[in-house]
Nanobody, 123 residues
Framework: QVQLVESGGGSVQAGDSLRLSCKAS?????MAWFRQILGKEREFVAG????????NYADSVKDRFTISRDNVANTIALQMNALKPEDTAIYYC???????????????????WGQGTQVTVTA
């Protein structure tokens, strides 16, 4: 089974930037970033398909976050700009059960998850 390892989290101030990375142990299909706050459901942040590189984003991060992938290195990244306190969460990368052209948004569509990396944004 594929293993995922996230990195790049940290504590920053509002308006700052962070870049998250996720390394997969093998080839993957569509991948995505999710985030979760303690006591709340895991929510979709951004996804990217493998072949065409089609991306989609949650409305709350559109125009601030950019997802990208490197199929040779089996990595995806999430560039987060103009961070807000409400972006504070644990961020997880995940692989879809398949390879949909347009990334799914439901956590149940994803079968493998990383351990998560904490992002904290202070006002």
């Amino acid at each position: 089974q594929v293993q995922l390892v996230e990195s790049g989290g940290g504590s920053v101030q509002a308006g700052d930037s962070l870049r998250l990375s996720c390394k997969a142990s093998a080839r993957t299909g569509t991948m995505a970033w999710f985030r979760q706050i303690l006591g709340k459901e895991r929510e979709f942040v951004a996804g990217v398909s493998r072949s065409a590189g089609v991306t989609n984003y949650a409305d709350s991060v559109k125009d601030r976050f950019t997802i990208s992938r490197d199929n040779v290195a089996n990595t995806i990244a999430l560039q987060m700009n103009a961070l807000k306190p409400e972006d504070t969460a644990i961020y997880y990368c995940a692989t879809d059960r398949g390879s949909p052209f347009v990334p799914n948004r439901r956590p149940s569509d994803y079968e493998t998850w990383g351990q998560g990396t904490q992002v904290t944004v202070t006002a």
